[in-house]
C-alpha cells in the first residue's frame, strides 16, 4: 500500500508488516515506523490530489493502528465517512500568499462542514496537503477546547467570529483568532472572511480580489434525544441533554427553553427572549417603528396581520441584527388601519 504525506508517496505497506521507503521519496528525511501494529491494509492511489480507494489487502483488522500511519492513511477515510460539506460548489477557495490556493470542498462533495457552533472536516492545498479543521466531536459537546490532539479544531461564536486550530501535517496548525487575522462567517450570505495564520505558512485569506469562500448552508445539528434542540446548544447551556424541552423553562421567563434555542437567546436569563421592546405610529397610522431584542447569529422576520387574514411581510424580507446591540429598530409605511398587529419572528440562518 503507498502512503499518502501531504500529497506524495511516501512509503509501501507489504505483506510483511514492514514499511519500506520509496526511492528518490522528498521526504525520505522524515523517517516513519518499520513496523505497523495492524492486520489489515488497503490499496490507495492519488487522483487530482484526493485519493481512490483499489483493493484492500487484508481481510481482517485489529483495534489498534500505529498513530502515525493512522494520521496519514485514514485523514482520507475519514473524510469519506463524513456528511457532505456545507460549502459551495463554487465559492470554495481560500488562498495562502506563499502556498497558493485551498479548496475547503476537494471532491466536489467532501470538504469542510459548518455547524452551528464549529466547523469539521478537510480543505485541501496542492502545495501542503489536508487541513483538518475537527473531527465534529469535541469533548464537552459544543466546541473545541484546542488543549490536546485529540479535541482540536476551529469554533463558531454566536457573532461568527473564528476561533482555534486547524492542523495540516506538512505545515503544522493553524491558527484562527482575533486579534489579528480576525476570520469570522457572516450569517446573512454565508460569506467567510479575514485570515488564519500558519507559522511555516503565513497569512490564510478567507477572501481574497479574485475569489470567495461561501458556505451554502449550516448543517442541520445533531439532536439525539429528538426534542426539536440542538445537543450542542444542549451541553453548552446545561450539560446535559435531558434538562430541556419544548415544555421546560429554566429561568422562569414564561418562554420555553426550545423557543429560547429557535430564538439564539439564554435560556438561564430571564432578561434573555425574544420580544418587542417598543412601538411607536404616526398619527395617520400609516407609519410605524418597532425596536426588538435580536441575537447576532439569527436574522427576524416582521410580520404585520389583522388577526383576520394570514400574516403578511412588512416588507423588509429577513432583517440582519444591528451590530454591537442588544436591540434592532425598523421602521416601515403601511396602509391606515383601526387595527393593525405586528410580530417579530426569529430565523436560524443558512438553514432551511
Same mark, same amino acid.
Given at each position: 500500500?503507498?502512503?499518502?504525506?501531504?500529497?506524495?508517496? !511516501?512509503?509501501?505497506?507489504?505483506?510483511?508488516?514492514?514499511?519500506?521507503?520509496?526511492?528518490? &521519496?522528498?521526504?525520505?528525511?522524515?523517517?516513519?515506523?518499520?513496523?505497523?501494529?495492524?492486520?489489515?491494509?488497503?490499496?490507495?492511489?492519488?487522483?487530482?490530489?484526493?485519493?481512490?480507494?483499489?483493493?484492500?489487502?487484508?481481510?481482517? @483488522?485489529?483495534?489498534?493502528?500505529?498513530?502515525?500511519?493512522?494520521?496519514?492513511?485514514?485523514?482520507?477515510?475519514? #473524510?469519506?465517512?463524513?456528511?457532505?460539506?456545507?460549502?459551495?460548489?463554487?465559492?470554495?477557495?481560500?488562498?495562502?500568499?506563499?502556498?497558493?490556493?485551498?479548496?475547503?470542498?476537494?471532491? /466536489?462533495?467532501?470538504?469542510? @462542514?459548518?455547524?452551528?457552533?464549529?466547523?469539521?472536516?478537510?480543505?485541501?492545498?496542492?502545495?501542503?496537503?489536508?487541513?483538518?479543521?475537527?473531527?465534529?466531536?469535541?469533548?464537552?459537546?459544543?466546541?473545541?477546547?484546542?488543549?490536546?490532539?485529540?479535541?482540536?479544531?476551529?469554533?463558531?461564536?454566536?457573532?461568527?467570529?473564528?476561533?482555534?486550530?486547524?492542523?495540516?501535517?506538512?505545515?503544522?496548525?493553524?491558527?484562527?483568532?482575533?486579534?489579528?487575522?480576525?476570520?469570522?462567517?457572516?450569517? &446573512?450570505?454565508?460569506?467567510?472572511?479575514?485570515?488564519? *495564520?500558519?507559522?511555516?505558512? /503565513? =497569512?490564510?485569506?478567507?477572501?481574497?480580489?479574485?475569489?470567495?469562500?461561501?458556505?451554502?448552508?449550516?448543517?442541520?445539528?445533531?439532536?439525539?434525544?429528538?426534542?426539536?434542540?440542538?445537543?450542542?446548544?444542549? #451541553?453548552? *447551556?446545561?450539560?446535559?441533554?435531558?434538562?430541556?424541552?419544548?415544555?421546560?423553562?429554566?429561568?422562569?421567563?414564561? !418562554? &420555553?427553553?426550545?423557543?429560547?434555542?429557535?430564538? /439564539?437567546?439564554?435560556?438561564?436569563?430571564? +432578561?434573555? *427572549?425574544?420580544?418587542?421592546?417598543?412601538?411607536?405610529?404616526?398619527?395617520?397610522?400609516?407609519?410605524?417603528?418597532?425596536?426588538?431584542?435580536?441575537?447576532?447569529?439569527?436574522?427576524?422576520?416582521?410580520?404585520?396581520?389583522?388577526?383576520?387574514?394570514?400574516?403578511?411581510?412588512?416588507?423588509?424580507?429577513?432583517?440582519?441584527?444591528?451590530?454591537?446591540?442588544?436591540?434592532?429598530?425598523?421602521?416601515?409605511? *403601511?396602509?391606515? +388601519?383601526?387595527?393593525?398587529?405586528?410580530?417579530?419572528?426569529? =430565523?436560524?440562518?443558512?438553514?432551511?
Amino acid at each position: 500500500m503507498r502512503v499518502a504525506y501531504g500529497g506524495w508517496a !511516501v512509503g509501501e505497506v507489504r505483506a510483511s508488516r514492514s514499511m519500506q521507503p520509496l526511492k528518490n &521519496s522528498p521526504l525520505n528525511s522524515h523517517p516513519l515506523p518499520k513496523s505497523l501494529s495492524c492486520l489489515w491494509a488497503v490499496r490507495i492511489s492519488a487522483v487530482r490530489g484526493g485519493f481512490r480507494l483499489v483493493e484492500r489487502l487484508f481481510p481482517s @483488522r485489529s483495534a489498534c493502528f500505529h498513530p502515525i500511519l493512522s494520521i496519514l492513511v485514514f485523514a482520507f477515510l475519514a #473524510m469519506s465517512a463524513m456528511a457532505s460539506s456545507t460549502i459551495s460548489a463554487t465559492d470554495r477557495f481560500a488562498h495562502a500568499a506563499n502556498a497558493g490556493w485551498i479548496d475547503f470542498r476537494p471532491d /466536489g462533495t467532501h470538504g469542510v @462542514r459548518v455547524d452551528e457552533s464549529f466547523l469539521s472536516g478537510y480543505a485541501y492545498a496542492a502545495n501542503f496537503g489536508w487541513i483538518h479543521f475537527g473531527d465534529g466531536s469535541p469533548e464537552n459537546g459544543y466546541a473545541y477546547t484546542n488543549t490536546s490532539s485529540t479535541d482540536y479544531g476551529v469554533n463558531l461564536a454566536p457573532d461568527g467570529s473564528l476561533s482555534g486550530l486547524a492542523y495540516s501535517a506538512n505545515i503544522g496548525w493553524i491558527s484562527f483568532e482575533q486579534q489579528w487575522g480576525q476570520p469570522r462567517l457572516d450569517y &446573512s450570505t454565508g460569506r467567510f472572511s479575514g485570515h488564519a *495564520h500558519a507559522a511555516n505558512a /503565513g =497569512w490564510i485569506a478567507l477572501d481574497t480580489p479574485f475569489s470567495d469562500l461561501v458556505t451554502s448552508s449550516i448543517a442541520a445539528p445533531a439532536d439525539a434525544d429528538g426534542d426539536g434542540i440542538s445537543d450542542a446548544w444542549e #451541553m453548552e *447551556h446545561f450539560e446535559k441533554l435531558t434538562l430541556s424541552s419544548v415544555s421546560t423553562d429554566a429561568d422562569g421567563d414564561g !418562554v &420555553s427553553d426550545h423557543r429560547e434555542y429557535l430564538a /439564539g437567546t439564554d435560556p438561564l436569563d430571564a +432578561a434573555s *427572549h425574544l420580544r418587542i421592546v417598543s412601538h411607536n405610529h404616526d398619527k395617520d397610522n400609516t407609519r410605524t417603528s418597532l425596536e426588538f431584542t435580536t441575537a447576532p447569529n439569527r436574522l427576524y422576520a416582521i410580520q404585520q396581520g389583522d388577526l383576520k387574514d394570514k400574516w403578511i411581510d412588512a416588507g423588509f424580507g429577513l432583517v440582519t441584527p444591528e451590530s454591537g446591540t442588544a436591540t434592532t429598530t425598523r421602521t416601515f409605511f *403601511h396602509p391606515a +388601519a383601526s387595527k393593525l398587529f405586528f410580530r417579530v419572528q426569529a =430565523w436560524k440562518p443558512l438553514q432551511n
